[in-house]
């Protein structure tokens, strides 16, 4: 894993400027931004097959927009797991309020302690799986590729680069809460455009990982 490398491979491309700014554009507009995230797997499918420059281009918004919307419904998949683990503990939440008077009672104060600690749990350990799903679709464009079986057997072998890219991302929010804080909010407008920019940088990560966990096996022909 060369994290360094996927930090400053966008800028590696002539026009990466341009790129960056039509994907955060299009990442911001509902609906529409399921074409951004096609664009990011067709970054990761063109760097695991070896070739990170220059960027993608901007000519297949169709393309991009089905597989961004099926790489979103794969997400949804594997996040199904966290909606099971919330909805007893809200169930809970609800019944434990009192009825005459509407205040939570003490159970329910301890069930609102530890929903967000259950939620933030479940996002680690699931984390990776995710990861690991979103990648293979996106290299191969097949959906059983994402499937529990292979992205189990690829994560439990090779567990590493995805807690890697998991530790790494975990830094990039720490770093963003701190500094929207140290700029009263204002940093907000800096992180619009980082956030797709970032996005860019997680395809080239996910690549490497899928990479050294499949051995460095073929990848199908590049999709751009």
């Not at 509407?102 to 530890?114: H, L, M, Q, R």
């Amino acid at each position: 894993m060369d994290l360094k490398r996927g930090l400053s491979y966008p800028t590696l491309d002539p026009e990466w400027v341009v790129k960056v700014l039509i994907g955060t554009l299009i990442s911001i507009i509902p609906i529409l931004n399921f074409v951004a995230i096609g664009y990011t797997m067709d970054t990761t499918r063109n760097v695991y097959h070896g070739r990170d420059t220059p960027l993608p281009e901007w000519n297949d918004f169709g393309g991009q927009f089905i597989r961004g919307f099926l790489g979103t419904v794969l997400q949804f998949l594997w996040g199904l797991p966290l909606l099971l683990l919330a909805c007893p503990l809200i169930f809970i939440l609800v019944g434990s309020i009192d009825p005459s008077t509407g205040e939570p009672t003490a159970a329910s104060g301890a069930v609102i302690a530890c929903l967000p600690i259950a939620i933030i749990l479940g996002v680690l350990v699931l984390s990776p799986f995710m990861m690991a799903a979103f990648t293979r679709y996106a290299v191969t464009d097949r959906f059983s590729e994402a499937m529990p079986g292979p992205v189990l057997r690829e994560v439990s072998s090779a567990p590493r680069p995805w807690l890697l890219i998991l530790a790494a991302a975990f830094g990039f929010v720490v770093f963003a809460i701190v500094f929207q804080l140290c700029t009263l909010g204002f940093g907000a407008l800096l992180f619009i455009p980082l956030t797709f920019y970032m996005q860019l940088v997680a395809a080239h990560w996910y690549a490497q990982a899928h990479r050294v966990a499949s051995g460095g096996s073929a990848a199908p022909p590049s999709m751009v």
